[in-house]
C-alpha cells in the first residue's frame, strides 16, 4: 500500500467509515486521504459501495461509525447549519444528473447563484454562460433539461455543480452512458478545472481509460473494503489479484464458466 | 477602424471585475472593445463571468469584442470560455400571438380525443373481449387490484358515505319539522343515497384515492421507460396494465357504493332516532318502504359506469407523462380533475335520462 498522503495537504480525510443498510455492511472500515487539488478515483466493480461512499462523504447519509473530515472537522458532529455550510462548499454532479425538469437549464445553473445571493445579481446570467460554455453548452441556457441527451445533461449537471466555485467537486459516474469522444470530453473538462481553478475532484468511475488519463490518486474498493489506494502506475503494476482482475478487464470465473 | 482599448487590472476577480464593468459602462465605446490583458496575471471566474458581461455590453452597443495580450494560465482560461464570450445569448422562445395559441390547443384537443378513442379502443378489447377469447388475462393483479382499489377503500368510503348521511338528514329535518312531517326523513334519505349520492360520494372518494394512484403509477412507469420496456417485449400494456383495473374497479365500485348506500342511511337513522326521537321499528318501517330496488338498481349501474370512467381516464392521463416529476404531478391532478368533472357530467345526463325517459 502506498499514497498515503500527509495530514496537511488532504483536503477529506476518512478514517474506520463504516456504513450500513439494514443489517448490511456495506463499506467496512474504509481510511483514506483525499490530497488538495488531485483528482482522486474511487473505482471498485459494481455494487461494490462506491456510491454509497461518495454518499456519505458528501454529508447526505450519516455513517453508522468512523471519522469524514472536511479541513480538520468531523460532519458527524457538524448541526444541520453547519453541515449545510459545508456542502455549499463542495459541488456535486450525481449519476442521472440531478437537474430540476421544471426549470430550463440555465435556472437549474443560477438556483445555488440565486438562492445564495452572495454575487452581483447583474453577474448572474454571465456566471451561469460562462459555466455553461466550460461544459460546452453555450446554447442550451433556455433548453429544458427533457430536451437535451444524456450526455448533455451530465454535463449541464457538472455546470450546476462547479456554479458557486467549490473547492470539492464530487462526479458520480461521468463517463457512464456517454460515448467515447463526449467522455474523453469530459476527462479534459476535469483536468482543465483542476488546472485552471484548482478543484478537488473526488470521482467515481470504472472506465479504465479515465482514469488512466485522469487520475492523480486512485481508490479501489471490493465488498466494501479498501483493497488498493495509490497512484494509477501502482495499481496497473499492483501483485492484489482482484486489482490486476481489474485492469486486465478479466471476467470472474462464474461468468466464464456459464459462457462455455 | 476605431477601438477602445481597456487595460484590465493585475487581477482579474470578483470587485476588480465589477470596477472594470463599471468604468466601461459609463464610456462611450467607439468601434470596438479591446481589452488589454497583457498585464492581468490571474482570473479567476467571477472575473471571468464579467469578462462575458464585458463582451454583451459591447454586443449591446453594437461594438466588436476582442481580448488582447493574454499568457499563460489567463490564455488556457480565455480559450476554454471562448465559446461564451463569442456567442450571443440565445434569446429565450417567443410567446405565440392569440391566433396560434388558439390553433395550438384546438389541435392538442383533437390529438388527445384521437389518442383517447384509440386507448379505448384497446383497452375496451383487452378488458372485455381478449379474455373471452382466451387471450390471457392477468388474474394475479386483478386480485391485487381489488385488494388496493377495493378492501382498502372501505373504510373511508364508509365513513364518508355515513357522515354524508348524517348532514343529509339535519338539513333536511330543518325544513321537514316545519309541516310535522319528520318521519319524511327516513324516506329522503334512502331515495337519495340509493339514486344519487352514495354513488357521487364513493366515485369521488376513489378518484381521489385510486383514480389518482393509477395516474400517478402508470405515469412514473412511462418516465422510467417501464412502458417502453413492457412494449419493447412485445407485450400489449393495455393488457398488462390496463385490462385488470378496469376490471377491478368495475367490481369493486358499485360494492363500495352498496355498502355506501347502507352507510348513509345509518348516518341518516342516528339522526333520526337519536334526536328526533322515532322509535326504532317506525324509522325502519318507513326507510323499508321508500327502499326501491329501482333505485337501488341505478345507483349501482351508475357506479359500474363511474368505475369505467375512473380507471380509463386514470390509465389515459397517466400514459401521456411528458417530461419528469412535474409531469408526473400534472397528469395525477389532470386525472382527478377530469374523473370529477366526467363523474358529474355523466350523473347529469343520466338524471335527464330517468326523468324523461323513464
Redesign the interface.
Known amino acids: 500500500m502506498s499514497g498515503n498522503h500527509t495530514e496537511n495537504g488532504a483536503i477529506i480525510h476518512v478514517k474506520d467509515l463504516v456504513a450500513k443498510y439494514g443489517d448490511t455492511t456495506v463499506l467496512d472500515h474504509v481510511t483514506f486521504d483525499v490530497a488538495r487539488g488531485n483528482i482522486f478515483v474511487i473505482l471498485g466493480a459494481s455494487g461494490c459501495g462506491k456510491t454509497t461512499l461518495l454518499k456519505h462523504m458528501t454529508g447526505l447519509i450519516p455513517a453508522a461509525s468512523g471519522v469524514i473530515e472536511y479541513g480538520g472537522k468531523n460532519i458527524a458532529g457538524m448541526d444541520e447549519e453547519e453541515l449545510a455550510l459545508m456542502q455549499r462548499g463542495i459541488g456535486i454532479a450525481f449519476q442521472s444528473s440531478g437537474l430540476f425538469?421544471?426549470m430550463?437549464v440555465g435556472e437549474n445553473v443560477a438556483l445555488p447563484l440565486v438562492e445564495y445571493g452572495e454575487?452581483?445579481p447583474?453577474?448572474i446570467?454571465?456566471?451561469v454562460?460562462?459555466?455553461?460554455?466550460?461544459v460546452?453548452l453555450?446554447?442550451a441556457?433556455?433548453k429544458?433539461?427533457?430536451e437535451l441527451s444524456g450526455g448533455m445533461r451530465k454535463r449541464a449537471g457538472l455546470a450546476r455543480a462547479i456554479a458557486l466555485?467549490p473547492p470539492i467537486v464530487f462526479f458520480d459516474e461521468p463517463s457512464a452512458g456517454l460515448d467515447p469522444i463526449m467522455a474523453s470530453g469530459l476527462d479534459e473538462l476535469v483536468l482543465?478545472l483542476k488546472?485552471?481553478?484548482g478543484i478537488t475532484f473526488v470521482i467515481v468511475t470504472h472506465e479504465l481509460d479515465s482514469i488512466r488519463k485522469v487520475a492523480d490518486q486512485v481508490l479501489m474498493l471490493d465488498k466494501g473494503v479498501v483493497i488498493f489506494t495509490g497512484t494509477v502506475e501502482e495499481a496497473e503494476n499492483s501483485e492484489h489479484d482482484r486489482v490486476r482482475q481489474f485492469f486486465e478487464r478479466r471476467p470472474d470465473e462464474f461468468m466464464t464458466q456459464r459462457n462455455i | 477602424m476605431t477601438e477602445t482599448r481597456i487595460q484590465c487590472p493585475r487581477e482579474l476577480n470578483?470587485e476588480t471585475g465589477?470596477q472594470l464593468?463599471d468604468d466601461v459602462h459609463a464610456k462611450k465605446i467607439s468601434g470596438s472593445l479591446v481589452l488589454d490583458l497583457s498585464g492581468t496575471e490571474s482570473l479567476?471566474?467571477?472575473g471571468?463571468?464579467?469578462l462575458?458581461?464585458l463582451a454583451?455590453l459591447a454586443r449591446a452597443r453594437n461594438a466588436g469584442f476582442e481580448c488582447e495580450g493574454q499568457q499563460g494560465?489567463v490564455a488556457?482560461?480565455i480559450g476554454?470560455?471562448?465559446?461564451?464570450?463569442n456567442?450571443e445569448?440565445?434569446?429565450?422562445?417567443e410567446s405565440p400571438g392569440v391566433l396560434e395559441q388558439v390553433g395550438d390547443t384546438s389541435l392538442s384537443i383533437v390529438g388527445e380525443v384521437k389518442e383517447f378513442y384509440h386507448f379505448l379502443v384497446d383497452a375496451v378489447y383487452w378488458t372485455a373481449l381478449a379474455p373471452l377469447e382466451g387471450r390471457g388475462f392477468r388474474w394475479n393483479s386483478f386480485i391485487d387490484e381489488i385488494n388496493e382499489m377495493g378492501a382498502r377503500a372501505l373504510r373511508i368510503t364508509f365513513l364518508m358515505n355515513f357522515l354524508l348521511g348524517l348532514i343529509i338528514a339535519m338539513l333536511s329535518a330543518v325544513q321537514l319539522e316545519q309541516f310535522g312531517a319528520s318521519i319524511y326523513v327516513a324516506d329522503l334519505v334512502m331515495i337519495a343515497f340509493a339514486r344519487e349520492l352514495a354513488a357521487i360520494m364513493t366515485a369521488v372518494v376513489v378518484s381521489a384515492r385510486t383514480g389518482a394512484a393509477i395516474a400517478a403509477e402508470l405515469a412514473t412507469m412511462k418516465v422510467q421507460e417501464e412502458i417502453d420496456a413492457l412494449k419493447g417485449m412485445g407485450l400489449n400494456v393495455s393488457q398488462f396494465l390496463v385490462a385488470p383495473k378496469v376490471l377491478a374497479l368495475a367490481l369493486v365500485l358499485p360494492i363500495l357504493t352498496g355498502l355506501g348506500m347502507i352507510a348513509g342511511v345509518l348516518g341518516g337513522s342516528v339522526w333520526g332516532l337519536v334526536v328526533l326521537g322515532f322509535q326504532s321499528d317506525v324509522w325502519l318501517n318507513q326507510t323499508m318502504m321508500a327502499a326501491d330496488m329501482g333505485d337501488i338498481f341505478q345507483g349501482l349501474f351508475k357506479a359500474v359506469i363511474f368505475a369505467i370512467i375512473i380507471a380509463l381516464v386514470g390509465c389515459h392521463n397517466g400514459l401521456r407523462v411528458?417530461?419528469?416529476?412535474?409531469?408526473v404531478g400534472l397528469m395525477t391532478t389532470r386525472a382527478v380533475v377530469m374523473d370529477i368533472f366526467f363523474i358529474v357530467f355523466v350523473d347529469m345526463i343520466f338524471a335527464a335520462i330517468f326523468y324523461y325517459v323513464l
Open positions: 425538469n421544471s430550463t454575487v452581483d447583474r453577474l446570467d454571465s456566471i454562460r460562462l459555466k455553461l460554455s466550460l460546452g453555450a446554447n441556457q433556455h429544458m433539461p427533457g466555485d482543465n488546472a485552471l481553478l | 470578483q465589477r464593468f479567476d471566474s467571477l471571468a463571468a464579467w462575458v458581461a454583451d494560465q488556457d482560461y476554454l470560455i471562448g465559446p461564451g464570450l456567442s445569448a440565445e434569446p429565450p422562445a411528458t417530461g419528469g416529476a412535474r409531469g
